[in-house]
């Protein structure tokens, strides 16, 4: 599967393998990880990929992604989608950078490329969500169209319609 190529960021579609890396927190030669990454988010993300890789299969391509910058490679976060899409054609994502590259546009770059993917590969809608909280993350979706669709006490939801490629 290809890497999703953005002007400042390059999304890689992480294997069995990397995800095992991330989840341990132990990077192998040829890895290049900005430092504070892994997150406690990365790591979670990656185990959840590779516990569903174990039960379900390879969930590619909805599966993990590596948030690298492209000027240097380095991994700064990761995206993805939390499982396969259901029967009518809806995703639910998630994403986080490491603190230190916060605040550079770099989230709703991101969230834009796995968006556009998810409409390529003819998916209808997008689903994400934050905790009450996280107005950073918040503002990420509003920024890429996604709508405030409800919250309950602790999470404010979102969701994107995505229209057809000929629409």
């Known amino acids: ?12 579609p992480m294997s069995l393998a990397e995800a095992g890396r991330v989840a341990a927190g132990r990077p192998a030669d040829g890895d290049r990880w900005a430092p504070g990454y892994p997150a406690a988010a990365d790591v979670e993300g990656a185990r959840h990929f590779v516990s569903s890789w174990a039960t379900h299969g390879d969930p590619r391509p909805y599966g993990s992604y590596e948030i690298r910058r492209r000027a240097d490679g380095a991994a700064i976060g990761g995206t993805g989608f939390n499982r396969p899409p259901d029967g009518d054609g809806t995703v639910t994502i998630g994403y986080g950078l490491i603190p230190a590259e916060r605040g550079k546009g770099y989230a709703a770059e991101a969230l834009r490329a796995l968006l556009r993917f998810a409409r390529e590969c003819g998916l209808t809608s997008v689903r994400g969500d934050a905790d009450l909280d996280n107005v950073a993350s918040q503002r990420v979706m509003a920024a890429v169209g996604m709508r405030c669709m409800g919250e309950d006490e602790r999470v404010r939801y979102y969701e994107i319609a995505l229209p057809a490629d000929d629409a």
């Not at 599967?1 to 890689?12: A, G, I, S, Y």
């Open 1 to 12: 599967m290809d890497d999703l190529v953005t002007e400042r960021l390059t999304l890689h």
